[in-house]
């Protein structure tokens, strides 16, 4: 973890006396690159197979498929088709995602979800607008914390829980270089924190995500439909071991 510097301390205790207004602005997409609208069709689909794998995403933009025209296009789906091609099973898939992207959001629509002990994955993607809106990090460790032990509770022993890393994306909004430090360096705290977190819970593991890369910019615009389909594959290939 990056040692945070006395400039950095002041500067966030400031940020904290505005940070409401600044959490508005971020989450109303005013000062990102990366906002987009969600996708409108079911969340949730089956591809046939022997030995069905039910796997459901969670969070994030991993669960939110954000910037893509069909949920088809996202993480949830492309990781069921990663796991087709490597295990030759069938596989069911499901995303979930809430109107505020932020790791509160995500604790209230999993604590709504029936039939938790059915998915065999569970992927959280927790953190990246939480960073962006200089939540605390303290009370999102215990969100996270607390969360995953109930997630721990509800599933099955043969569940897998995989937590991803907070994705950087300091170089993507527009903010001054002090700003964009400050993200990146909360970014790495809030991966530490989750890291540590999975350590902790049972049938729970971090994971890091691939990094954002020039390939996922076509004609200079941000693909997200490259990134979620590089994510899925990554996660097809981590998990598919786990399945025996």
Not at 115 to 131: A, E, N, R, T, Y
């Amino acid at each position: 973890m990056h040692r945070e510097t006395f400039r950095l301390r002041v500067l966030r205790a400031c940020l904290a006396l505005v940070r409401p207004l600044i959490a508005l602005n971020y989450v109303a997409g005013a000062p990102k690159r990366l906002s987009a609208g969600v996708p409108d069709d079911a969340s949730y689909g089956l591809i046939d197979g022997p030995r069905l794998v039910h796997l459901l995403v969670l969070g994030g933009l991993s669960g939110s498929s954000v910037g893509v025209r069909s949920n088809e296009l996202g993480v949830a789906h492309q990781f069921a088709k990663g796991l087709v091609r490597s295990t030759g099973r069938g596989v069911e898939w499901e995303s979930v995602a809430s109107s505020r992207p932020r790791l509160a959001a995500t604790v209230a629509s999993v604590r709504g979800l029936d039939g938790l002990g059915s998915f065999d994955f569970i992927v959280l993607s927790p953190g990246v607008m939480d960073v962006l809106s200089f939540a605390s990090l303290p009370l999102w460790s215990k969100e996270l914390e607390h969360l995953l032990a109930f997630l721990a509770e509800k599933t099955s022993p043969r569940a897998l829980v995989v937590v991803t890393g907070i994705l950087d994306v300091s170089n993507y909004v527009q903010v001054g270089p002090m700003l964009s430090r400050m993200l990146s360096h909360d970014s790495a705290r809030f991966s530490a924190a989750a890291a540590a977190a999975c350590a902790r819970t049972p049938k729970t593991e971090f994971l890091e995500m691939p990094p954002v890369e020039k390939s996922d910019f076509i004609d200079g615009a941000f693909s997200y439909a490259t990134l979620y389909r590089r994510w899925g594959a990554f996660l097809a290939a981590r998990v598919t071991a786990h399945l025996g």
